[in-house]
């Protein structure tokens, strides 16, 4: 999103100060209630004990009409789930100190998704190569989930770390916060508010009935009309005309059924309306006058959720990770159809943590971090030519053979047709035949040189742990022994305008 590619009518504001400047004049033309706003975030927080003076004091300020919001949200995973959901809350912090830094006044905001469903992909999360997981059988919107059955798993967590004494006071606080009497949402918020409480981060739980009276319009619009359903096609029809992949299909209607433990979708029937599963019905009228009187039991689902958000924060811009900025890509015209502010898109920083050993044997393997982007059995090639390759012991005779047979084709070509084709036939043979060889050369090679590979394959293991970015699998209790950590040495170097991957060297 650079501003120079085919792309370019599908986002608003380029991703730097000079468009952050920009947004912030063009969201003055999209007011929200602040009153509410600020109304429904200082209960929400003073439900926790975990809640900061910093956080408070943010809050307040949005009461100004020049104080703006930057946001990025993530789903309720188990104790944070993999590092990225770190890495997009420190992006976002830092988006906001970048802001004020340009005169941009913003205050950074995290947006649990509470009232996603898919308890599987938040109920586990990978601490070293230990993976915990949740098992319940509660269903519907996980932010509701109650933490009564996660005692084995926090029983496994401590079981983990009690030959280290620098995790025990962190282990406990962990055990505090994800406490039986609590829901998921109140932990997931009380884990934000424990991490970086003390730079402001201010965290909401979309999941609140005033809020969604705010939604009501497009609700109702969505019931109705329809209404995102042609926006987004269309722009999704000409991202695949360009050979690229959308992320998200739009359906006629992008809402769903939240009552208790059920998140279903809502469909309709003729001129009426019903839930995928067949279990709830209502005509028309009926499910229109539940819009008035209980919003909160209509929640959006990915396509429309972004709407809601800028309806109910002064919102600048949204941090989120390649995946989320591709499928927003696909909603601006949608935006435009509701009458809401499209948001400037910022890719959130990326990292890895490494340990120093192993960037010193990366340093005595002759590589960087940067060579992990080729194919592995590539890289692997690589290591093996670096520190002594007997690929030439084939591949300088290979080259006076190629020639010489080259010669006996032309000589039989002049003098006859048939077996100058035949001469072609055999070279193509006897090349083939050496490549394999080659082949052989350099199994033989690596043999040779298995302690390099054997360095090689663990310094993999260890970026790309089970075949995925470290970031992508690993969560943060893996790496991380205090909160300072974060603060004192994560934070400083991100900065989500600089899309350069950030590696971290840990002395464990």
């Not at 995973?77 to 100190?97: D, E, H, N, T, W």
């Not at 406490?179 to 970086?196: E, I, Y």
């Not at 109705?224 to 006629?252: A, D, F, H, Y």
Request: glycine share 6%; with cysteine; hydrophobic share 35%.
């Amino acid at each position: 999103m650079d501003g120079d590619s085919e792309l370019r009518d599908l986002y608003k504001y380029t991703p730097d100060v000079d468009g952050l400047k920009m947004a912030a004049k063009g969201r003055a033309d999209y007011p929200v209630d602040r009153e509410l706003l600020v109304k429904v975030l200082k209960e929400q927080s003073q439900q926790s004990e975990y809640t900061t003076q910093e956080s408070l004091a943010h809050i307040d300020r949005l009461s100004d009409p020049d104080v703006f919001t930057v946001t990025t949200g993530h789903q309720c995973c188990l104790f944070g789930g993999p590092m990225y959901f770190i890495y997009k809350i420190i992006s976002v912090i830092r988006l906001a100190q970048i802001a004020e830094e340009n005169g941009v006044k913003a205050v950074p905001i995290f947006w649990m998704a509470t009232e996603d469903h898919d308890f599987e992909e938040i109920n586990h999360c990978w601490v070293g190569s230990q993976k915990l997981s949740w098992e319940s059988a509660q269903t519907g919107a996980v932010g509701r989930f109650d933490l009564k059955e996660l005692e084995p798993v926090l029983g496994e967590l401590q079981t983990l770390f009690k030959y280290q004494d620098e995790k025990i006071e962190l282990v406990n606080k962990i055990k505090q916060i994800y406490s039986s009497q609590k829901t998921l949402a109140q932990a997931t918020r009380d884990l934000c508010s424990f991490l970086f409480g003390k730079t402001g981060l201010v965290i909401l739980n979309a999941d609140a009935p005033a809020l969604k009276m705010q939604f009501r319009d497009s609700i109702r619009a969505e019931l109705v009309e329809c209404i995102s359903l042609g926006p987004v096609t269309k722009t999704s029809e000409r991202l695949r005309e360009m050979n690229l992949t959308t992320q998200v299909n739009p359906r006629s209607i992008n809402l769903f059924w939240l009552d208790g433990g059920v998140r279903t979708r809502i469909e309709r029937a003729g001129s009426d309306f019903k839930t995928a599963d067949n279990t709830l019905s209502w005509s028309a009228g009926e499910l229109l006058e539940l819009v008035d009187t209980s919003p909160e039991r209509f929640s959006p689902n990915v396509i429309l959720r972004p709407v809601y958000q800028e309806q109910v924060l002064p919102n600048l811009a949204y941090v989120g990770g390649p995946g989320e900025l591709s499928y927003a890509l696909q909603l601006r015209s949608m935006f435009e159809t509701h009458g809401t502010f499209f948001p400037m898109l910022v890719l959130r920083d990326m990292a890895l943590i490494m340990s120093r050993s192993s960037v010193e044997k990366l340093e005595k393997l002759g590589i960087t971090v940067e060579d992990f982007k080729m194919d592995y059995h590539q890289l692997e090639a690589e290591i093996t030519r670096k520190h002594g390759s007997h690929e030439s012991l084939v591949d300088d005779p290979e080259k006076r053979i190629e020639e010489l047979l080259d010669k006996i084709q032309d000589d039989l070509k002049g003098f006859d047709e048939t077996l100058g084709q035949s001469a072609e036939t055999e070279k193509k043979r006897i090349i083939k035949r050496l490549e394999v060889l080659k082949k052989k050369v350099l199994k033989a090679d690596k043999r040779h040189h298995q302690e390099e590979l054997n360095t090689l394959r663990n310094i993999a293991d260890e970026i790309f742990p089970g075949g995925v970015p470290q970031e992508r699998m690993m969560n943060w209790l893996t790496f991380i022994d205090s909160v300072d950590q974060f603060t004192d040495h994560l934070s400083p170097h991100f900065n989500p305008f600089d899309q350069k991957m950030k590696v971290f060297i840990s002395d464990k």
